[in-house]
């Protein structure tokens, strides 16, 4: 096999097996798991069994109506390539955040990184036919997560999904694609050498088995896996009458932050984003008003060891890992950390003793912040903090 994989082999074609079903959705594949014990025993059983484990009775008639080699494609599949993967929740790999969902995935197949998928990820998403200024917003605010260690995730529509991938990679970030289709199909095909950038430096992934086309009805079920693997959403630009709001919805219905761009009252395109703001999402003016937004939930994530670390290569300088003041750090780092004192100091007085910008004094900080260097003391104020035990 190509993965490493905590089921037998048996089981995991057993779940292939009923995912294949139609009328068999993620609560009845986990009800016949916890049920049985396994998917494998419940392929022994009768129709009472399994409606005593809480299947509905046309989910059985549709397993029985399945061929004994159904899940033949996904298995192939998964043999041909040591980049083809199939995650199953016992698995590390499967996302965290995504399995705390009542609707998780029972099956994510991925082509691509499979680690990078417990990475701290921004979902980003748009209209399809953004407007230039919507373009521009989506690859400036993709970058700037690509380079302050965010993995970008998105669903590689046309527009904005597209533009927020190519920005990610542009600026040697990761990015993820969800896809409403099996992996062994591209779509949409004008993104075809987009999706091969993403599989070599991020992964694309799907709840659909293999040779299962993209369908509209699909693309609600691709939303809630983009915006149940995020710490939040980033809308965009999006009509009033836009598939993107059900991926707002999905985010706010887990508990997951939503944050809209506003735009001009005369832009249909901005409707969506102001109709959100309303509901309570939060208006963004700037990257950075969306990372210090989520950054309890990040420091959290971190100590907790459940991701990469949040800065990756991009600044390797003040990893937890690596971090070590008698170590050579990021000349810009030490810049920062040596302006400050253990006395709360004013942003601007840091910005002035460092001779940086103001936007990479707040990036640097907010880094910091992270890492358990810096405290923010309100009011614009910070103060540096005993090296920790060991460093």
């Known amino acids: ?5 905590p089921l037998s082999d048996n089981e995991l074609r057993a779940r292939l097996h009923f995912w294949r079903a139609k009328g068999i959705g993620p609560g009845s594949v986990r009800r016949v798991v916890e049920h049985f014990g396994g998917a494998a025993e419940a392929l022994r059983v009768n129709d009472q069994a399994l409606q005593e484990a809480g299947l509905r009775a046309e989910g059985i008639t549709a397993y029985r109506a399945l061929p004994a080699n159904a ?65 521009d917003n989506a690859r400036a605010f993709a970058a700037h997560f690509a380079n302050n260690g965010l993995t970008v995730t998105s669903g590689l529509a046309v527009g904005i999904d597209a533009h927020s991938h190519e920005a990610a990679l542009d600026a040697n970030g990761n990015t993820i694609a969800v896809v409403g289709n099996g992996l062994d199909i591209i779509y949409p095909l004008r993104n075809r ?38 710490f939040g959403v980033l809308v965009v630009e999006a009509a009033l009458q836009s598939g993107t709001l059900v991926t707002a919805r999905h985010a706010m219905e887990q508990g997951r932050e939503v944050f809209a761009i506003p735009g001009s009252i005369h832009n249909p395109l901005a409707r969506g984003c102001h109709h959100l703001i309303k509901q309570g999402a939060k208006l963004v003016e700037t990257a950075n008003d969306i990372l210090e937004e989520i950054a309890p939930q990040l420091n959290v994530w971190l100590q907790q060891d459940k991701a990469s670390n949040l800065l990756s290569e991009q600044r390797p300088s003040v990893t937890q890992s690596e971090f070590n ?21 004013p942003i601007d007085q840091i910005i002035l003793n460092t001779g940086l910008t103001a936007e990479a004094v707040s990036s640097i900080l907010l880094m910091l912040e ?22």
């Open 193 to 230: 050498q987009l999706a091969e950038r993403i599989v070599n430096h991020g992964a694309i992934v799907s709840e659909f088995p293999i040779g299962i086309p993209a369908h509209p009805q699909h693309f609600p079920r691709r939303n809630r896996i983009i915006s149940g693997m995020s």
């Open 71 to 135: 899940a033949a494609a996904d298995w192939q599949w998964l043999e041909a390539d040591p980049q083809h993967h199939i995650l199953v929740p016992e698995d590390s790999r499967y996302p965290a955040l995504l399995k705390r969902i009542r609707t998780a995935p029972p099956l994510l197949f991925v082509l691509g990184n499979a680690e990078l998928l417990n990475d701290p990820q921004m979902g980003m998403v748009g209209s399809r036919s953004p407007t230039q200024g919507g373009k």
């Open 325 to 345: 003041f008698a170590d050579t750090v990021d000349p810009e780092y030490a810049q920062v950390l040596d302006a400050l004192g253990y006395e709360p100091l």
């Open 1 to 5: 096999m190509s993965q490493s994989n």
């Open 370 to 391: 992270l890492q358990g260097f810096v405290a923010a003391c309100g009011g614009g104020h910070y103060m540096r903090l005993g090296p920790r035990n060991g460093n």
